[in-house]
């Protein structure tokens, strides 16, 4: 049996990369795989690095607690452990300890600070900050996108850094889990980003998706003047990919070779398409936001079912280093 944790930060809606590249693959391999032990966590202290205000944080909770909910995880399977982040205390000091095994230069080297002089310091330890996530429960594999796998090795890195010093495996070294690496771009090809404006939320309402989706950037030609090849390489056929299965996919493709269907048509397809395929997820999202004292519920109980773990597993750390006297 192994231990295997993913999360999402819950900073907004995830963007449909998050649901493509990590909900749908999980959701599957827990289902093909289910001898395991889960852990989905949802990273609020790493959303916190870049706080609003409290409504924001709160609410972003929530949607992200909805999301994975609407796929129907089994939260109360006795394998899988759905949690908040922040409910566990443990972590927070585990990233103490780890913080000071770590060298900054190291850190520094780090992607996402590289190109920013103005970050804060929860930033530049936001990988440690994942490490004791993963370290405090011994896992196994880590389900990431590939834009987190730096963040894997960071936490091999620490894991190893400590069970030197100690001369002691207290630590399991994971290994990352990628299902997917599909960089599904944003309506107007740029990356996909709230602040851009160019999101897909598969969530939203119908006008506001069909909106979406009808402004999805396209040449300004006639179809009759386009090659396929084309076509094939248009923004809106990569989203069409990356949402459909292979079924959709090749039906639409061939719609486009005999039938010459345009764009606009191209699009209403897209969007009645998504509508079918996530009408269940749709409903059961509107259903958990519209009550939230669900969510709270199911959140508390998946404190309480992690709650022995996390403290077990925090004696033993404590106990290696030095802090039960
Ligand atoms: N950083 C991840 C994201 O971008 C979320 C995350 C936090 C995570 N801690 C984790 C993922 C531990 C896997 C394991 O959304």
New binding site residues.
Partial sequence: MKRI?????SSGM?HLG?IIN?VLPTIKYIKDNNINKY?I?I?DL?SFTIYKNKNILINNIYINAAIWLSFNIQYYNKNLFFYR?SDIKEITELFWYLNCFFPLNRLKLFHSIKNNNNYNMGIIN?PI??AS??LLYN?DK????I??KQ??EITRKIAKLVNNKLNKIIFNIPKSLIFNNKLIPGIDGKKMSKSLGNIINIFANKYILEKQIMNIHTVNKNINNITYDEIKNTILLKIYKYISDNDEYSYIKDKIKNNRIGFYNIKKKLFKYILLKFNKERKLFNYYIENKKIIKKILLKGYNKIKKISKKRSYIINKELGFKI
């Fill in positions: 944790i993913t999360g999402i930060q995830p998050n990590i852990y966590m990273a790493h982040q936001y900050l994942m996530d993963i896992i880590v389900i990431v996108g834009d987190q963040h894997i």
